[in-house]
């Protein structure tokens, strides 16, 4: 078996290729990617060109009106996003050998995670290490599955539907999904709404409202409830489903802990059914492959010694 130093393809490769390649996908086309790195257009052109040369295969299609990743190219993306998330790590894990736990985490969150018992953790975590800095994305939990699987961050917080294969995943929490409308709607205010008002509502959710979806189970009572199928609405962030319910585009579903404050504020009023609510899984997502700094290693620790802890019964939130 060849060591990887005798593999000719390595020495072969120019890596700053892979890295325009990266941006060129980010960004969706030659020009965009161009203008992010501040370089000409036929540049970028020429740096794509040498690295579909050197891989033999034709990673982009692109013409004037269309621009797509080949798989060919979709392979290469996420095997050179794993190798950028890995490098991007040694300054990290190099400080990590230092006698104080220092270092940088980063995470991939869903936009509506609140939950008490992961924000005490971090509260400890801070006050015990205060050297420790994070960094904090708000995404999809599609995204946020992708950026674990490509190594790009430490830890993922996210709804599933299917545990992802290649990712080690544990319930964060529980929540309760209700139905909502603003008050502007007719059925604001009321505490005697019979269900069969709710048939032909319009309706507004997240992306990961769909078939097989995390959010399967909301799509699942609107269908039961007559509303209608196709969603006027539609949006990866909580601030924007709660804005399109509050400015009466259409009722939605949100977590009913997380919209008590609106509730009370009269920002908001809840529908019914006030009972056997869908229930959804936050899960704490880890990526086994992943080198870990001190400062990532010490949270892992601790977030994993607080769901041993305490029971999922006490980590559920129904509002």
Excluded at 272 to 298: C, F, G, W
């Amino acid at each position: 078996m060849l060591k990887p130093y005798e593999q000719r393809f390595p020495w072969k490769l120019d890596w700053n290729l892979l890295r325009t390649f990266m941006v060129v996908v980010d960004e969706g086309g030659i020009t965009p990617a161009a203008h992010f790195l501040g370089l000409k257009q036929p540049t970028i052109s020429a740096a794509l060109k040498r690295l579909e040369d050197i891989t033999g295969r034709k990673l982009i299609n692109r013409s004037p009106k269309h621009f797509s990743v080949t798989p060919w190219g979709r392979v290469l993306y996420a095997e050179a996003s794993t190798i950028f998330g890995a490098v991007a790590q040694l300054p990290d894990l190099m400080a990590g050998l230092e006698d104080e736990v220092t270092g940088q985490v980063s995470m991939a969150v869903a936009s509506h995670v609140v939950s008490p018992h992961f924000d005490a953790v971090l509260e400890r975590f801070n006050a015990r290490y205060p050297k420790a800095s994070f960094t904090i994305s708000t995404m999809d939990s599609t995204e946020v599955v992708a950026h674990l699987e490509q190594n790009r961050v430490t830890f993922g917080v996210c709804l599933l539907r299917h545990r992802p294969v290649r990712l080690e995943a544990r319930v964060l929490y529980r929540e309760y999904f209700g139905l909502f409308c603003g008050p502007s709607h007719r059925l604001y205010g009321r505490e005697d709404i019979d269900l069969s008002e709710l048939e032909g509502e319009n309706a507004v959710s997240f992306q990961t409202d769909e078939l097989d979806g995390p959010l399967f189970a909301v799509s699942q009572l609107r269908s039961r409830l007559g509303m209608r199928a196709e969603l006027k609405g539609l949006s990866a962030n909580l601030p924007e489903v709660r804005r399109m319910i509050v400015t009466n585009i259409g009722i939605g579903a949100l977590p009913v802990h997380v919209a008590r404050k609106d509730v009370q504020s009269g920002l908001l009023w809840q529908v019914p059914p006030y009972k056997a609510l869908p229930a959804v899984d936050i899960h704490m997502l880890t990526n086994a492959r992943r080198s870990m700094n001190r400062a990532e290693q010490a949270l892992l620790d601790m977030l994993n010694a607080e769901l041993d802890a305490v029971p999922l019964s006490e980590r559920t939130y129904s509002g």
